[in-house]
T-cell receptor, first 121, second 114 residues
Framework: GAVVSQHPSWVICKSGTSVKIECRSLDFQATTMFWYRQFPKQSLMLMATSNEGSKATYEQGVEKDKFLINHASLTLSTLTVTSAHPEDSSFYIC?????????????????FGPGTRLTVL | AQSVTQPDIHITVSEGASLELRCNYSYGATPYLFWYVQSPGQGLQLLLKYFSGDTLVQGIKGFEAEFKRSQSSFNLRKPSVHWSDAAEYFCAVSPMWGNTPLVFGKGTRLSVIA
């Protein structure tokens, strides 16, 4: 099946540093990847939609200069949290959408990574 | 715009009892429907999905869900709950085509007591 990995699975950093999170589709090409943020005991909040080779589309209220998203290839998207602060501590989850090659039944299905726990001290 | 409502924030059931988690959606056409489960500190695991065809969908771990167009519902059921089923459950909807992301409900937390 379609597998999405995230690295690292957890990270602790000091306030003011930047952290990069990688999202990879391991066995399929993902033209679109999504980045979500999840606070404790809450649902997933969409941060941005990332299309390969173009700029990410950010949801309202998400600072694009703080959360840099790069989707340089069909299997890799990265989220960089710049100048992280304690309020950025959260669980970040990516998902990847399979391409047309998957057939109509799976064309629009999203496959989720295992998430990255970010703690900013 | 699409929306998903999970009316129950928290449900507690006894081990061995049956379970039904409710999900209602709002969408102009027939969407793709999903149920995910999330254990604490973990990512999302797909339980089942509905694209078309038989409205009763079987999933993993003994779960099933029934799509009812007339009620705009996609309720998740399990005949006998196990303690390991305690987790957060999310219903999600997506259009059949296009590049829009999944829309999630707020989730239902399931607790299982002995």
């Amino acid at each position: 099946g379609a597998v999405v990995s995230q690295h690292p699975s957890w990270v602790i950093c000091k306030s003011g540093t930047s952290v990069k999170i990688e999202c990879r589709s391991l066995d399929f090409q993902a033209t679109t990847m999504f980045w979500y943020r999840q606070f404790p005991k809450q649902s997933l909040m969409l941060m941005a939609t990332s299309n390969e080779g173009s700029k990410a589309t950010y949801e309202q209220g998400v600072e694009k200069d703080k959360f840099l998203i790069n989707h340089a290839s069909l299997t890799l998207s990265t989220l960089t949290v710049t100048s992280a602060h304690p309020e950025d501590s959260s669980f970040y989850i990516c998902s990847a959408r399979s391409g047309l090659a998957g057939g109509p039944a799976t064309y629009n299905e999203q496959f989720f990574g295992p998430g990255t726990r970010l703690t900013v001290l | 715009a699409q929306s998903v409502t999970q009316p129950d924030i928290h449900i507690t059931v006894s081990e061995g009892a049956s379970l039904e988690l409710r999900c209602n959606y709002s969408y102009g056409a027939t969407p793709y429907l999903f149920w995910y489960v999330q254990s604490p500190g973990q990512g999302l695991q797909l339980l089942l999905k509905y694209f078309s065809g038989d409205t009763l969908v079987q999933g993993i771990k003994g779960f099933e869900a029934e799509f009812k167009r007339s009620q705009s519902s996609f309720n998740l059921r399990k005949p006998s709950v196990h303690w390991s089923d305690a987790a957060e459950y999310f219903c999600a909807v997506s259009p059949m085509w296009g590049n829009t992301p999944l829309v999630f409900g707020k989730g239902t937390r399931l607790s299982v007591i002995a």
